[in-house]
């Protein structure tokens, strides 16, 4: 397992970006595949994407696919999610999520992760 930060939230304007981050506390981070999940208010925490060892596959939810983006950074031990054309339906407290060794290869599954960060709310208006 590995201990996880998310920051960058925020309130932003419908149609406006956001960039989270996710920080990661040990270089564990460097061998996890790495997801980010959202929880809006009464609902479940649904997948928005992950993305592999190396950042050379993502996978996005239809919901964000072609307005968010996932990168990493391994010398950093951050993983980012980069939003664009923000709706008031991305609003939601977003996660951080790792799979470290052994993997689950269920990534698109809160069961395919051990570790998760605290959250951070992102708050888009009109």
């Known amino acids: 397992q590995v201990q996880l930060v998310e920051s960058g939230g925020g309130l932003v304007q419908t149609g406006g970006s956001l960039t989270l981050s996710c920080a990661a506390s040990?270089?564990?981070?460097?061998?996890?595949?790495m997801g980010w999940f959202r929880q809006a208010p009464g609902k479940e925490r649904d997948f928005v994407g992950f993305?592999?060892?190396?950042?050379?596959?993502?996978s996005y939810a239809d919901s964000v696919k072609d307005r968010f983006t996932i990168f990493r950074d391994n010398g950093k031990n951050t993983v980012y999610l980069k939003m664009n054309s923000l709706k008031a339906e991305d609003t939601a407290v977003y996660y951080c999520?790792?799979?470290?060794?052994?993997?689950?290869?269920?990534?698109?599954?809160?069961?395919?992760?051990?570790?998760w960060g605290q959250g951070t709310q992102v708050t888009v208006s009109s």
């Open positions: 993305i592999s060892v190396t950042g050379g596959t993502t």
């Open positions: 999520a790792a799979d470290t060794p052994p993997y689950r290869f269920n990534f698109r599954l809160l069961s395919g992760y051990d570790s």
């Open positions: 040990d270089r564990t981070f460097s061998s996890a595949v």
